[in-house]
């Protein structure tokens, strides 16, 4: 008679292996999520992952993670919720000096535009980028991104427009793309030399279009510089003329599109960002229905930024909740910047669009982490918490995603993995 035996299976090897969450909540997906789906969520209590490089292997409940793995490292969220990392599709962060006495200037009264007329605002910032070398630029951006990654921000999306010269622009992005060689944070690359018309061409605005045109878009495309390009369309800066002109010019190039439209005024910028095919409309505080439908009917993912009216003291914000209705997948972004939001957490970003435009905490995660990764084309890679795509995890010390928009006013990030490994451990317990 033969004797049974049983024998123990033997566990896989993996990496990291985050354990000890109250909750994992994660979108699911590849492409962005608007309408109703923008708040479907995956939610999976006491939920684990497993890292195996910079690859999660497995997404699921911790016993059966624990059972099945045997770990190089595990990592104890102690209680907390594991979400994707932030994605933030909206940034400024190369430039030199800041404009503080601007902010005192519109605590008194003073519009952006007023600001803008007299030679403060971008050209402020652009006397500041002119005036830096790249090794101080460099410098700068890299204690910025550090913060992004203390924030839980794992992705980027970085513009130029603070040289508003061939030279300069092409300085700042060699900047960037130096800085994505050195920090675990990713960065996608923008050129947004079409910021504003710098003082040497204030009287002749036509010409600097020609040398965005001629010189400037094709000495970024040539050097491999910018995967999209943007603009600044609006009444003060450049016109609709002038956004076809430079727009079709960069999809001539093959970059991807991102428009700055109907910010401060109703100009029909969604629209033309529409016609177009933009990857992304931003800001959006005046965009009209008709515009909003154009969008619709483009598959355009606006990129929204609540915390700007309220640091530019504007009234007028963008009518998002109209944008879900009609089946929209909204992105939420800091817009970080030295001149009209200096704030570079999207926790606080998700709470003041939950609390201005009505949005749901699992609304605003999905517009803060898998809408604005499809939107950078990088949807298939980041943005969600599932087998296959890269290790980007933050681990909150919160005990639901909820808490991302309720729990206000600090930095709820204990931890931030990025590519697989620990890039950011406030708070590591022993090993369970």
């Known amino acids: 008679m033969e004797t049974a035996r049983t024998t123990e299976r033997k566990r896989e090897p ?60 595990t990592l104890d969220a102690q209680g907390g919720t594991l979400v994707p990392g932030f994605v933030d599709a909206h940034t400024h962060p190369v430039f030199l000096g800041t404009r503080e ?44 991104l550090d913060r992004f990654l203390e924030l839980g921000t794992t992705a980027i999306e970085a513009k130029s427009g603070y040289g508003l010269s061939t030279a300069d622009e092409i300085k700042c992005l060699e ?26 061409y204030r009287d002749r605005r036509s010409a600097y279009v020609d040398l965005l045109v001629e ?24 016109s609709l003329v002038d956004t076809r002109r430079v727009m079709e010019r960069a999809k001539e190039l093959g970059m991807g599109l991102r428009l700055h439209v109907d910010q401060l005024t109703p100009l029909g910028g969604a629209e033309l960002a529409a016609e177009l095919g933009a990857a992304s409309a931003d800001h959006l505080e005046h965009v009209s229905p008709a515009g909003i439908e154009a969008l619709a009917r483009a598959g355009v993912v606006p990129v929204l930024c609540p915390l700007v009216p309220l640091y ?15 089946g929209l997948a909204l992105a939420l972004s800091t817009d970080f910047n030295p001149g009209s ?34 939107s950078l084309g990088r949807g298939h890679e980041i943005g969600s918490l599932e087998v296959g795509k890269r290790a980007d995890v933050v681990v909150l010390d919160t005990p639901n995603h909820v808490h991302l928009v309720y729990d206000f006013g600090r930095n709820p990030v204990r931890a931030v993995v990025v590519r697989g490994k620990v890039a950011r451990d406030r708070l590591r317990g022993p090993e369970a």
């Open 341 to 374: 939001c200096t704030a570079m957490s999207l926790t606080d970003t998700m709470t003041f669009a939950a609390l201005r435009y009505r949005m749901g905490a699992a609304e605003c995660l999905t517009a803060a982490t898998l809408n604005p990764a499809c």
């Open 312 to 326: 530019l003291r504007q009234a007028q914000e963008a009518p998002a909740r109209a944008m879900v209705d009609a």
């Open 175 to 200: 900047v960037l793309r130096q800085a994505a060689r050195l920090h675990p944070v990713d960065i996608a690359t923008t050129f947004l030399g079409a910021h504003d018309f710098p003082p040497e």
């Open 101 to 144: 006495q601007e902010f005192e200037e519109r605590t008194r009264g003073a519009t952006y535009v007023e600001i803008a007329a007299r030679g403060g605002g971008i050209l402020s910032s652009v006397r500041g980028v002119r005036g830096a070398s790249s090794e101080e630029l460099l410098a700068a951006l890299l204690v910025r």
């Open 14 to 73: 993996c990496d990291l292996l985050i354990v000890g969450a109250a909750e994992l909540a994660t979108p699911l997906g590849t492409t962005p999520r608007g309408g109703a789906a923008l708040g479907q969520i995956h939610v999976i209590p006491r939920g684990a992952v497993a890292v195996r490089g910079d690859r999660l292997v497995a997404v699921g409940e911790e016993r059966d993670l624990r059972a099945r793995f045997e770990a190089a490292e």
């Open 215 to 238: 010189e400037m878009l094709p000495a970024v495309a040539q050097r491999g510089l910018a995967e999209y390009a943007d603009i600044f369309t609006e009444g003060h800066v450049f």
